[in-house]
T-cell receptor
């Protein structure tokens, strides 16, 4: 089956530093990847849609300068949380859409970010 | 606005008894509906999806869901719960004009007692 990995699985950083999270599709090519955020005991909220070779599309209310997204290849998208603050602490999940299978998004295991 | 409501935040059942997780959606358009399961430290896994074909959809691990347009519901059921079914379940909707955007419900935590 389609597998999506994320690295790191958890990260702790100091306030003001930047953190990069990687999302990889391991056995398929993904022209589109998605980044979600999940607060404790809440649902997933789509942050942005990342298309290979073009600029990401951000959802309303998501700061594009705060959450930098790069999708440089068909198997890798990165999310960089710049100048992280404690309120950015959350669970970040990516998904990747298999270019050969419509409507199917495959999710990564998530990255737990804690900003001190 | 499109939305999805999971009516129960927490459901507890005994092993071997039926499971019912409820989901209602709100939409002016034909939706695609999904159920995902989230186990701790694992990625969300697709259980099943409805995309305007048969209204009764069978998924993995013995789960199924029925799309009822008149009730705007898409409840998830399983005849007999297993301990391994304990997890968080999300009802998800997307719409034909923007199939990329998945709208998640708030989730239902299923607890299975021996």
């Amino acid at each position: 089956g389609a597998v999506v990995s994320q690295h790191p699985s958890r990260v702790i950083c100091k306030s003001g530093t930047s953190v990069k999270i990687e999302c990889r599709s391991l056995d398929f090519q993904a022209t589109t990847m998605f980044w979600y955020r999940q607060f404790p005991k809440q649902s997933l909220m789509l942050m942005a849609t990342s298309n290979e070779g073009s600029k990401a599309t951000y959802e309303q209310g998501v700061e594009k300068d705060k959450f930098l997204i790069n999708h440089a290849s068909l198997t890798l998208s990165t999310l960089t949380v710049t100048s992280a603050h404690p309120e950015d602490s959350s669970f970040y999940i990516c998904s990747a859409r298999d270019r050969n299978r419509n409507l199917s998004q495959y999710f990564g295991p998530g990255t737990r970010l804690l900003v001190l | 606005a499109q939305s999805v409501t999971q009516l129960d935040s927490h459901v507890s059942v005994s092993e071997g008894t039926p499971v019912l997780l409820r989901c209602n959606y709100s939409s002016s358009y034909s939706p695609s509906l999904f159920w995902y399961v989230q186990h701790p430290n694992k990625g969300l896994q697709l259980l099943l999806k409805y995309t305007s074909a048969a209204t009764l959809v069978k998924g993995i691990n013995g789960f199924e869901a029925e799309f009822k347009k008149s009730e705007t519901s898409f409840h998830l059921t399983k005849p007999s719960a297993h301990m391994s079914d304990a997890a968080e379940y999300f009802c998800v909707v997307s719409f034909f004009f923007n199939t990329d955007k998945l709208i998640f419900g708030t989730g239902t935590r299923l607890q299975v007692f021996p």
